[in-house]
């Protein structure tokens, strides 16, 4: 490193973009309007959230699985610049117990964007649960310098929604 890398800091240093892409085939909403005070008011991340059409939930970036909840209805990940975002399908489906949703990626699992990450029965979670609205959240804001969120219909893995500098 030399001595102008160190006044000015170097070239590994400069800001990097992330795209997150949909997990879910669907429609983006706000992030305000998810009727759980947790997401809508940014407790745990901001983001968006998306109205589901589809029957899986698919890694949003290339990284790996963090956590994936007991119940299946929620997972974390990291990508590989290092953004750690939060997938919650819907609100309350923790008290399913897991009903309407099939593991397929395991913790620690290194994924794909677009890799299945768990299966569901979108029908029965309609029927069931308090909203399918399905937050995607950026749990590490405070390396977040920039967020852009995008706007209407999404197809899982190939949509961006949010476009994120670190």
Do not use: C, W
């Not at 160190?6 to 309007?33: C, H, M, Q, R, W």
């Not at 929620?74 to 309407?100: C, N, P, Q, Y």
């Not at 890799?115 to 909203?131: F, M």
Request: glycine fraction near 10%.
């Amino acid at each position: 490193m030399g001595l102008f890398d160190k006044l000015f800091g170097s070239k590994d240093n400069k800001a990097v973009e992330v795209e997150i892409y949909a997990p879910l085939t669907g429609e983006i909403v706000n992030i305000e309007d998810v009727p759980d005070v947790v997401f809508s008011e940014k407790i745990v991340g901001d983001g968006v959230a998306i109205r589901p059409k589809g029957n899986k939930i698919v890694a949003p970036v290339d990284g790996v699985i963090g956590k994936i909840f007991e119940t299946n209805h929620a997972f974390s990940m990291e990508s590989k610049e290092g953004i750690e975002l939060f997938v919650h399908f819907g609100i309350d489906t923790v008290e399913l117990k897991g009903e309407g949703f099939t593991r397929i990626a395991q913790e620690g699992q290194t994924v794909k964007r677009g890799d299945t990450v768990i299966e569901l029965d979108l029908e029965l979670l309609e029927a069931k649960a308090k909203s399918v609205l399905t937050p995607i959240v950026i749990s590490n804001m405070d390396e977040v310098s920039h967020m852009e969120k995008k706007e209407g219909e999404t197809v899982a893995g190939e949509s961006v929604v949010l476009v994120i500098k670190k």
